[in-house]
């Protein structure tokens, strides 16, 4: 079935995946979740296809969106739905991009606006056919959010823009709350996880954010259980720290069908806790460590508690001024 946002005459055509089947290991019980309930997830799941959305919580098969869509949140997903890269890990098909939807950031507007949203999480393909990776389209989203719910604070999680000289500073001034940007895993793992993708342009994208505006919070995540080694996953909050990053989320890879990467190990929530006792002595404001731990899985709370953190920062900052 055609992706809801394709406009008319563009066609879809997701490349098959050729990696042999991979045997998927069972779940440990921590990782198990309840299956979506009818009611605010049925109205949810209504107004993304009435505003023609597409939303990373289905197209990325995210564990949390039965909890999440009942609370009426949605990532939602602009730039089409075919992502021009093929990730290992990734869920989202990979092909001929689908064309442009000129009325998708108004769209996204008007859904936040009818959800009620505090805080929302905008998200997209990579889109290295476009001249500008994409970033105007960010730009006019947030705008459109702007308008449309003046109130709600936006979080943006952006492609790296490689080769796309000029991008971020483009979504830089359309002035996000929260600027996020992955790192996925880490720097030993690029060529097989992340094949199209550079690590340290990816620490770049967030130093860049930092240095055109230190008022947007930074915030990258990865995923763990694809063949890192603890150490490896220290050394990667190093080099966030490296470049100011305020917020790293860190959860457990799951592996979404035999074509993609295995699953490495599972991590035990008292590693995940770890990790985050780690990441908050090594000075970054806010950790969210946990199995289920994704992106924009509880963002709403987390950015309160982000500010929250930086104004007792800043607030220690004068004391011992």
């Known amino acids: ?9 563009a066609q879809r055509h997701p490349e098959k995946r050729r990696n042999e089947d991979r045997p998927q290991p069972r779940r440990p019980d921590w990782l198990r979740v309840k299956a979506p309930q009818a009611g605010a ?17 289905e197209e990325a098969a995210c564990p949390n969106i039965g909890e999440c869509w009942s609370q009426k949140h949605a990532t939602m997903m602009i730039l089409g739905s075919i992502c021009t890269r093929a990730c ?23 859904a936040v606006a009818r959800l009620g949203l505090q805080h929302v999480v905008i998200t997209s393909v990579d889109r290295d056919d476009l001249e500008d990776g994409g970033a105007d389209h960010f730009a006019q989203t947030i705008r459109a959010i702007r308008i449309a719910s003046p109130a709600t604070t936006i979080e943006i999680l952006t492609p790296d823009f490689l080769r ?3 991008a971020v500073e483009v979504v830089v001034e359309a002035r996000p709350d ?8 880490v720097e030993r793992l690029y060529k097989s996880v992340r094949p199209g993708a550079r690590y340290a342009h990816s620490l770049d994208v967030l130093h860049q954010v930092k240095k055109l505006d230190p008022s947007i919070f930074t915030k990258s995540g990865i995923m763990v259980g694809l063949g890192e080694s603890d ?4 050394q990667m909050m190093d080099d966030l720290r490296e470049v100011d990053v305020d ?43 946990t199995p289920l731990t994704r992106s924009s899985y509880h963002a709403d709370a987390d950015f309160a508690a982000l500010k929250s953190q930086r104004l007792n920062q800043l607030a220690g900052t004068q004391q011992a001024g």
């Open 247 to 289: 917020f790293m989320t860190i959860g457990q890879y799951l592996q979404p069908t035999p074509k993609h990467a295995v699953v490495d190990r599972f991590v035990t929530p008292d590693q995940f806790k770890s990790y985050a006792e780690t990441g908050s002595e090594k000075g970054f404001l806010m950790m969210a460590s």
């Open 231 to 234: 150490d490896e996953v220290y």
């Open 88 to 110: 290992a890990f990734c869920n989202v098909a990979t092909g001929r991009p689908d064309q442009l939807d000129p009325h998708e950031p108004d769209n996204v507007g008007l």
């Open 41 to 57: 997830f049925t109205e949810t799941k209504k107004l993304m296809r009435e505003l023609d959305l597409v939303t990373v919580c």
């Open 1 to 9: 079935m055609p992706s809801p946002n394709l406009t008319k005459g």
């Open 164 to 166: 796309k000289e000029g």
């Open 178 to 185: 929260v600027f996020n940007h992955n790192m996925e895993t």
